[in-house]
């Protein structure tokens, strides 16, 4: 029963930041996918514990090269 339950739970918050990251990482992501992503995870880590955790996965070395992306998002 508790295989069951956790197929059916909705991603934790270190789950849902690993996948934003691996948006913002992949090739394949646009700029719509990269946006989107980086409002997902400014939402995350609005509570101290999730920007720590975000912070432990990486995730300032993923934002820094989007500094210099010179994509447009028209």
Same mark, same amino acid.
């Given at each position: 029963m508790a295989d069951m339950e956790s197929m059916y739970r909705p991603?934790? !918050? &270190?789950?849902? &930041?690993?996948?934003?990251? =691996?948006?913002?990482? @992949?090739? !394949?992501? =646009?700029?719509? !996918?990269?946006?989107? @992503?980086? @409002? =997902?995870?400014? !939402?995350?880590?609005?509570? &101290?514990? =999730?920007?720590?955790d975000f912070v432990i996965l990486g995730g300032l070395s993923v934002l820094l090269p989007l500094l210099h992306d010179t994509r447009d998002s028209r």
């Open positions: 991603p934790d !918050d &270190i789950e849902r &930041i690993k996948e934003n990251l =691996n948006y913002l990482q @992949s090739k !394949d992501s =646009n700029v719509t !996918d990269i946006e989107l @992503s980086l @409002s =997902n995870l400014e !939402d995350l880590c609005h509570q &101290i514990d =999730n920007a720590r």
